[in-house]
């Protein structure tokens, strides 16, 4: 059984809608900035929710916190990790992540090199691809 997440909403907003199937909220720890090459962040997603396809320039660091993190890279079968489970996305590498259908999922996210850029954003990822 899954423990239902419990957002803070102090801190959170919406994290861009464009960019997501169902609602995601993000809450920024550390802004990267002339001296902070890095990027450090939390993101909540509700069930069924995840991330259109993308690629990072540099190495995107997941830390799941709480749920069922689903997560794919383009070609393989999408991997289920629970709560401190860690994820290294190497750079151009094409994948999404989200929350399991059944419970919400919120990870630490670390973006490094950030003056590189943070994410290059691609299609949706259609329910088959989700329930793969
Ligand atoms: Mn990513």
New binding site residues.
Partial sequence: MEKKLEIETEGFKPAPAEYFTGKAFVRTLVEADSVTNCNISYLAFEEGCR?NW???PSN?I?MVKEGTCYYQEEGKPVQKIGAGGVIN?LPGIK???GASPEAPMEHL?ININTDKGL?NWMEAVTNEQYNN
């Fill in positions: 991330n993308h690629t990072h995107q997941l996305i994948h999404w992540h996210v994410v």
